[in-house]
Protein backbone atom coordinates (compact mmCIF):
# COMPACT_ATOMS: atom_id res chain seq x y z
CA UNK A 1 0.00 0.00 0.00
CA UNK A 2 1.03 3.65 -0.82
CA UNK A 3 0.79 5.31 2.76
CA UNK A 4 0.85 9.31 2.54
CA UNK A 5 1.99 11.40 5.41
CA UNK A 6 1.40 15.21 4.40
CA UNK A 7 2.41 18.21 6.20
CA UNK A 8 -0.29 19.67 9.34
CA UNK A 9 -1.07 23.32 7.82
CA UNK A 10 -3.75 23.75 10.83
CA UNK A 11 -2.90 26.80 12.70
CA UNK A 12 0.51 26.21 14.51
CA UNK A 13 -0.35 22.23 14.58
CA UNK A 14 3.11 20.83 14.44
CA UNK A 15 2.57 16.96 15.08
CA UNK A 16 3.02 14.37 12.69
CA UNK A 17 1.55 11.39 11.96
CA UNK A 18 4.04 8.74 11.57
CA UNK A 19 7.62 8.82 12.57
CA UNK A 20 10.43 7.88 10.95
CA UNK A 21 10.70 4.72 13.35
CA UNK A 22 6.86 3.96 11.85
CA UNK A 23 8.31 4.72 8.58
CA UNK A 24 10.69 1.93 8.58
CA UNK A 25 8.62 -0.19 10.18
CA UNK A 26 5.98 0.08 7.02
CA UNK A 27 8.89 0.49 4.68
CA UNK A 28 10.34 -2.96 6.13
CA UNK A 29 6.35 -5.13 5.79
CA UNK A 30 6.57 -4.01 1.29
CA UNK A 31 4.77 -0.53 1.93
CA UNK A 32 5.35 2.78 0.20
CA UNK A 33 5.84 6.12 2.02
CA UNK A 34 5.29 8.90 0.84
CA UNK A 35 6.36 12.14 3.09
CA UNK A 36 5.73 15.58 2.38
CA UNK A 37 8.56 17.46 2.85
CA UNK A 38 9.66 19.01 6.36
CA UNK A 39 6.64 16.87 8.05
CA UNK A 40 8.10 16.08 10.56
CA UNK A 41 10.54 18.83 11.31
CA UNK A 42 8.76 20.74 14.03
CA UNK A 43 8.09 17.55 16.05
CA UNK A 44 11.57 17.32 15.88
CA UNK A 45 12.15 14.78 12.96
CA UNK A 46 14.45 15.87 10.01
CA UNK A 47 13.50 14.66 6.39
CA UNK A 48 16.90 13.14 6.39
CA UNK A 49 15.63 10.84 9.23
CA UNK A 50 12.71 9.60 6.88
CA UNK A 51 15.06 9.11 4.00
CA UNK A 52 17.05 6.91 6.25
CA UNK A 53 14.00 4.85 6.70
CA UNK A 54 13.14 3.99 3.52
CA UNK A 55 10.44 6.84 2.69
CA UNK A 56 10.64 9.15 0.20
CA UNK A 57 10.48 13.06 0.74
CA UNK A 58 7.93 14.90 -1.36
CA UNK A 59 7.73 18.76 -1.85
CA UNK A 60 4.19 18.77 -2.82
CA UNK A 61 0.87 17.89 -1.00
CA UNK A 62 -1.11 17.20 -3.61
CA UNK A 63 1.31 14.72 -5.08
CA UNK A 64 1.19 12.79 -1.38
CA UNK A 65 -2.47 13.10 -1.33
CA UNK A 66 -3.16 12.30 -4.95
CA UNK A 67 -0.85 9.23 -5.04
CA UNK A 68 -1.31 7.58 -1.83
CA UNK A 69 -4.24 4.91 -1.11
CA UNK A 70 -4.55 5.73 2.65
CA UNK A 71 -2.66 9.28 3.83
CA UNK A 72 -2.36 9.47 7.48
CA UNK A 73 -2.51 12.56 9.85
CA UNK A 74 -2.86 14.06 13.50
CA UNK A 75 -5.73 16.48 12.67
CA UNK A 76 -8.87 16.53 10.88
CA UNK A 77 -8.38 18.33 7.14
CA UNK A 78 -9.34 21.75 7.27
CA UNK A 79 -10.95 23.24 4.24
CA UNK A 80 -7.95 24.27 1.62
CA UNK A 81 -7.27 20.12 1.56
CA UNK A 82 -11.02 19.43 0.59
CA UNK A 83 -9.60 19.27 -2.82
CA UNK A 84 -7.21 16.44 -2.17
CA UNK A 85 -10.14 14.27 -1.04
CA UNK A 86 -11.59 11.08 -3.83
CA UNK A 87 -13.32 8.17 -3.63
CA UNK A 88 -11.60 5.57 -1.99
CA UNK A 89 -9.19 7.16 -0.25
CA UNK A 90 -8.75 5.87 3.57
CA UNK A 91 -8.18 9.16 5.88
CA UNK A 92 -6.76 7.98 9.42
CA UNK A 93 -6.50 11.02 11.61
CA UNK A 94 -8.39 13.04 14.41
CA UNK A 95 -11.73 13.74 13.04
CA UNK A 96 -14.23 15.14 15.51
CA UNK A 97 -17.19 15.20 12.85
CA UNK A 98 -20.11 16.04 15.96
CA UNK A 99 -19.25 19.99 14.90
CA UNK A 100 -18.03 19.67 11.48
CA UNK A 101 -21.27 19.34 9.45
CA UNK A 102 -18.98 21.07 6.42
CA UNK A 103 -16.35 18.55 6.88
CA UNK A 104 -18.73 15.62 7.04
CA UNK A 105 -20.61 16.80 3.93
CA UNK A 106 -17.28 16.67 2.06
CA UNK A 107 -15.76 13.38 3.12
CA UNK A 108 -19.63 11.42 2.10
CA UNK A 109 -20.00 13.67 -0.92
CA UNK A 110 -16.51 12.55 -1.98
CA UNK A 111 -16.89 9.09 -1.33
CA UNK A 112 -13.86 8.82 1.32
CA UNK A 113 -13.02 6.07 3.97
CA UNK A 114 -12.83 8.14 7.06
CA UNK A 115 -11.28 6.52 10.19
CA UNK A 116 -11.56 8.45 13.50
CA UNK A 117 -8.76 7.91 15.78
CA UNK A 118 -11.02 9.31 18.63
CA UNK A 119 -13.78 6.58 18.05
CA UNK A 120 -11.78 3.69 17.77
CA UNK A 121 -12.05 0.83 20.98
CA UNK A 122 -9.60 -1.41 22.24
CA UNK A 123 -11.25 -4.83 24.07
CA UNK A 124 -11.54 -3.18 27.20
CA UNK A 125 -14.39 -0.70 25.06
CA UNK A 126 -11.72 2.63 26.39
CA UNK A 127 -10.60 4.89 23.95
CA UNK A 128 -6.91 3.75 22.76
CA UNK A 129 -6.34 6.66 20.15
CA UNK A 130 -7.92 9.36 22.06
CA UNK A 131 -5.95 8.86 25.64
CA UNK A 132 -2.75 9.80 24.80
CA UNK A 133 -3.41 13.47 23.87
CA UNK A 134 -6.46 13.01 26.83
CA UNK A 135 -3.53 12.44 28.93
CA UNK A 136 -0.91 15.77 27.32
CA UNK A 137 -4.11 17.86 27.49
CA UNK A 138 -5.47 17.21 30.94
CA UNK A 139 -1.41 18.09 32.19
CA UNK A 140 -1.43 21.26 30.06
CA UNK A 141 -4.73 22.08 30.84
CA UNK A 142 -3.40 23.30 34.27
CA UNK A 143 -0.30 24.60 32.61
CA UNK A 144 -2.11 26.97 30.63
CA UNK A 145 -4.27 27.92 33.48
CA UNK A 146 -1.86 29.04 35.57
CA UNK A 147 -0.11 30.91 32.94
CA UNK A 148 -3.55 32.72 32.37
CA UNK A 149 -4.09 33.44 36.26
CA UNK A 150 -1.49 35.79 35.57
CA UNK A 151 -2.30 39.56 35.83
CA UNK A 152 -0.65 40.27 32.05
CA UNK A 153 -3.01 37.13 30.29
CA UNK A 154 -6.00 38.97 31.91
CA UNK A 155 -6.21 36.61 34.98
CA UNK A 156 -7.26 37.68 38.57
CA UNK A 157 -3.31 37.25 39.65
CA UNK A 158 -3.16 34.52 41.57
CA UNK A 159 -0.28 32.42 42.12
CA UNK A 160 -1.83 28.39 41.56
CA UNK A 161 -0.43 26.69 44.90
CA UNK A 162 -0.06 30.15 46.61
CA UNK A 163 2.03 31.20 49.48
CA UNK A 164 2.83 30.54 53.31
CA UNK A 165 0.11 33.03 54.54
CA UNK A 166 -1.76 32.48 51.68
CA UNK A 167 -4.36 30.63 50.19
CA UNK A 168 -3.56 28.68 46.78
CA UNK A 169 -5.77 29.09 43.95
CA UNK A 170 -9.08 26.69 43.60
CA UNK A 171 -9.48 24.23 40.54
CA UNK A 172 -12.40 22.98 39.95
CA UNK A 173 -12.41 19.97 37.31
CA UNK A 174 -15.34 18.99 35.09
CA UNK A 175 -15.43 15.68 34.48
CA UNK A 176 -13.41 12.41 36.14
CA UNK A 177 -12.30 11.01 32.93
CA UNK A 178 -8.44 10.80 31.30
CA UNK A 179 -8.42 14.40 30.88
CA UNK A 180 -9.91 15.38 34.35
CA UNK A 181 -7.59 12.51 36.10
CA UNK A 182 -4.62 13.90 34.60
CA UNK A 183 -5.09 17.58 35.32
CA UNK A 184 -6.18 16.36 38.35
CA UNK A 185 -2.74 14.97 38.90
CA UNK A 186 -0.97 18.52 38.10
CA UNK A 187 -3.07 20.49 39.86
CA UNK A 188 -2.54 18.96 43.14
CA UNK A 189 1.18 19.02 42.39
CA UNK A 190 0.88 22.76 41.93
CA UNK A 191 -0.50 22.22 45.66
CA UNK A 192 -4.10 24.15 44.11
CA UNK A 193 -7.23 23.62 46.46
CA UNK A 194 -8.97 20.76 43.67
CA UNK A 195 -12.40 19.36 43.60
CA UNK A 196 -13.70 17.30 40.51
CA UNK A 197 -17.33 17.00 39.18
CA UNK A 198 -18.33 14.06 37.38
CA UNK A 199 -21.91 12.43 36.86
CA UNK A 200 -20.48 8.60 37.64
CA UNK A 201 -20.46 7.93 41.64
CA UNK A 202 -18.71 5.15 41.08
CA UNK A 203 -15.89 7.10 39.59
CA UNK A 204 -15.52 9.64 42.14
CA UNK A 205 -14.65 6.47 44.42
CA UNK A 206 -12.30 5.48 42.27
CA UNK A 207 -10.82 8.93 42.15
CA UNK A 208 -10.92 9.56 45.87
CA UNK A 209 -8.52 6.56 46.14
CA UNK A 210 -6.41 7.34 43.38
CA UNK A 211 -5.24 11.19 45.30
CA UNK A 212 -5.84 9.25 48.76
CA UNK A 213 -8.55 11.81 49.42
CA UNK A 214 -6.28 15.07 48.57
CA UNK A 215 -8.92 16.37 46.12
CA UNK A 216 -12.37 17.38 46.52
CA UNK A 217 -15.33 15.48 44.79
CA UNK A 218 -18.95 16.27 43.78
CA UNK A 219 -21.79 15.07 42.29
CA UNK A 220 -23.04 16.26 39.25
CA UNK A 221 -25.83 18.33 39.20
CA UNK A 222 -26.61 22.15 37.91
CA UNK A 223 -26.53 23.14 41.82
CA UNK A 224 -22.69 21.77 42.52
CA UNK A 225 -21.50 22.92 38.95
CA UNK A 226 -22.79 26.69 39.65
CA UNK A 227 -21.65 26.58 43.54
CA UNK A 228 -18.27 24.88 42.41
CA UNK A 229 -17.80 27.49 38.99
CA UNK A 230 -18.66 30.39 41.59
CA UNK A 231 -16.14 29.68 43.93
CA UNK A 232 -13.24 28.60 41.27
CA UNK A 233 -10.30 30.39 40.21
CA UNK A 234 -9.44 28.03 37.23
CA UNK A 235 -12.54 25.78 35.42
CA UNK A 236 -11.30 23.02 33.51
CA UNK A 237 -13.87 21.32 30.97
CA UNK A 238 -13.29 17.83 30.10
CA UNK A 239 -16.56 16.50 29.22
CA UNK A 240 -16.86 13.69 26.47
CA UNK A 241 -19.57 11.88 24.85
CA UNK A 242 -17.52 9.71 22.02
CA UNK A 243 -17.75 11.02 18.13
CA UNK A 244 -20.62 13.10 19.95
CA UNK A 245 -21.07 16.97 20.83
CA UNK A 246 -20.19 17.63 24.25
CA UNK A 247 -23.00 18.70 26.07
CA UNK A 248 -23.16 22.47 27.81
CA UNK A 249 -22.43 21.49 30.85
CA UNK A 250 -21.61 24.63 32.09
CA UNK A 251 -24.11 27.50 30.87
CA UNK A 252 -23.42 31.69 30.89
CA UNK A 253 -25.30 32.31 33.84
CA UNK A 254 -22.47 30.15 35.79
CA UNK A 255 -20.09 31.76 33.47
CA UNK A 256 -21.43 35.14 34.37
CA UNK A 257 -21.35 34.06 38.49
CA UNK A 258 -17.55 33.52 38.39
CA UNK A 259 -15.19 35.54 39.66
CA UNK A 260 -13.68 38.08 37.38
CA UNK A 261 -10.43 37.65 36.15
CA UNK A 262 -11.30 33.53 36.54
CA UNK A 263 -9.94 31.77 33.45
CA UNK A 264 -11.83 28.97 32.12
CA UNK A 265 -10.25 25.70 30.05
CA UNK A 266 -11.95 23.65 27.74
CA UNK A 267 -10.50 20.94 26.79
CA UNK A 268 -13.66 19.28 25.05
CA UNK A 269 -13.90 22.44 22.89
CA UNK A 270 -12.78 19.17 19.99
CA UNK A 271 -16.24 18.34 20.16
CA UNK A 272 -18.15 21.93 20.53
CA UNK A 273 -17.01 22.52 24.04
CA UNK A 274 -19.09 21.87 27.38
CA UNK A 275 -19.06 25.76 28.46
CA UNK A 276 -21.80 27.43 26.61
CA UNK A 277 -20.15 30.70 26.24
CA UNK A 278 -16.72 28.89 24.67
CA UNK A 279 -15.98 28.89 20.87
CA UNK A 280 -12.82 26.88 19.04
CA UNK A 281 -9.64 29.30 18.95
CA UNK A 282 -6.23 28.17 17.35
CA UNK A 283 -2.29 29.30 19.00
CA UNK A 284 -2.42 32.21 17.27
CA UNK A 285 -4.98 33.57 18.69
CA UNK A 286 -5.60 31.23 21.67
CA UNK A 287 -8.05 33.21 24.61
CA UNK A 288 -10.94 36.01 24.61
CA UNK A 289 -12.41 37.41 27.50
CA UNK A 290 -16.40 36.56 27.99
CA UNK A 291 -18.34 37.98 31.08
CA UNK A 292 -15.48 39.00 32.46
CA UNK A 293 -13.99 35.39 32.14
CA UNK A 294 -10.67 34.65 30.20
CA UNK A 295 -11.38 31.45 27.88
CA UNK A 296 -9.03 29.64 26.59
CA UNK A 297 -10.49 27.27 24.21
CA UNK A 298 -7.52 26.00 21.52
CA UNK A 299 -9.11 22.83 19.10
CA UNK A 300 -4.84 20.91 19.20
CA UNK A 301 -3.80 21.36 22.51
CA UNK A 302 -1.09 19.17 22.60
CA UNK A 303 0.51 20.69 18.74
CA UNK A 304 1.83 23.35 21.53
CA UNK A 305 4.27 20.22 22.67
CA UNK A 306 4.80 18.56 19.59
CA UNK A 307 7.68 16.08 20.37
CA UNK A 308 5.96 14.40 23.39
CA UNK A 309 2.65 14.65 21.83
CA UNK A 310 3.69 12.86 18.67
CA UNK A 311 5.41 10.40 20.02
CA UNK A 312 2.44 9.74 22.41
CA UNK A 313 0.05 9.32 19.89
CA UNK A 314 2.25 7.29 17.53
CA UNK A 315 2.68 4.83 19.91
CA UNK A 316 -1.01 4.13 20.20
CA UNK A 317 -2.06 4.55 16.48
CA UNK A 318 0.62 2.77 14.72
CA UNK A 319 -0.60 -0.66 15.63
CA UNK A 320 -3.66 0.25 13.89
CA UNK A 321 -1.90 1.37 10.68
CA UNK A 322 0.07 -1.32 9.86
CA UNK A 323 -3.27 -3.32 10.39
CA UNK A 324 -4.90 -0.86 8.13
CA UNK A 325 -1.84 -0.94 5.29
CA UNK A 326 -0.92 -4.73 5.95
CA UNK A 327 -4.86 -6.02 5.42
CA UNK A 328 -6.42 -2.90 3.72
CA UNK A 329 -9.44 -1.62 5.38
CA UNK A 330 -12.23 -3.61 4.70
CA UNK A 331 -10.32 -6.40 6.00
CA UNK A 332 -8.87 -4.92 9.15
CA UNK A 333 -12.23 -3.34 9.91
CA UNK A 334 -13.95 -6.80 9.61
CA UNK A 335 -11.55 -8.84 11.80
CA UNK A 336 -11.26 -6.11 14.08
CA UNK A 337 -14.55 -4.54 16.22
CA UNK A 338 -12.84 -1.84 17.93
CA UNK A 339 -11.34 -0.49 14.83
CA UNK A 340 -14.25 -0.52 13.20
CA UNK A 341 -15.76 1.77 15.82
CA UNK A 342 -13.65 4.26 14.39
CA UNK A 343 -15.32 4.27 11.25
CA UNK A 344 -16.89 7.25 11.12
CA UNK A 345 -17.52 7.50 6.83
CA UNK A 346 -17.43 4.61 4.03
CA UNK A 347 -17.74 5.96 0.44
CA UNK A 348 -20.38 8.43 0.64
CA UNK A 349 -22.26 7.29 4.01
CA UNK A 350 -21.96 8.09 7.29
CA UNK A 351 -20.81 4.91 9.79
CA UNK A 352 -20.95 6.55 13.13
CA UNK A 353 -24.23 7.08 15.34
CA UNK A 354 -22.86 10.00 17.27
CA UNK A 355 -21.87 12.21 14.69
CA UNK A 356 -25.24 11.55 12.95
CA UNK A 357 -27.69 12.38 15.72
CA UNK A 358 -25.48 15.43 16.26
CA UNK A 359 -26.07 16.49 12.92
CA UNK A 360 -29.52 15.08 12.10
CA UNK A 361 -28.28 12.64 9.51
CA UNK A 362 -29.18 8.94 8.61
CA UNK A 363 -26.71 6.86 9.25
CA UNK A 364 -25.86 2.68 8.69
CA UNK A 365 -23.73 0.92 11.32
CA UNK A 366 -20.63 0.03 10.08
CA UNK A 367 -21.05 -4.23 10.71
CA UNK A 368 -23.62 -3.80 7.58
CA UNK A 369 -21.25 -1.29 5.51
CA UNK A 370 -17.60 -3.73 5.82
CA UNK A 371 -19.40 -7.00 5.25
Not at 3 to 16: L, Q, S
Not at 66 to 86: A, D, L, N, T
Not at 195 to 209: A, H
Amino acid sequence: MIVGVPREIKDNEARVGVTPAGAKALVECGHTVLVETRAGAQSSFDDAEYQDAGAEIVGDAGYVWGKSEMVVKVKEPIQSEYVYFREGLVLFTYLHLAPLPGLTEELLRKKVIGIAYETVRDRQGTLPLLTPMSEVAGRMSVQVGATYLEKERGGRGILLGGVPGVPPAHVCIIGGGIVGTNAARIALGFGAKTTIIDVNLNRLRELEDIFGGRLYTLASNSYNLGQATREADLVIGGVLIPGATAPKIVTRSMVKAMKKGAVIVDVAIDQGGCVETAHPTSHSNPSFVEEGVVHYCVTNMPGAVPHTSTLALTNSTFPYLLRLANLGAREALNRDPGLAQGLNTWLGLLAHRGVAESQGKEWTPAANLIA
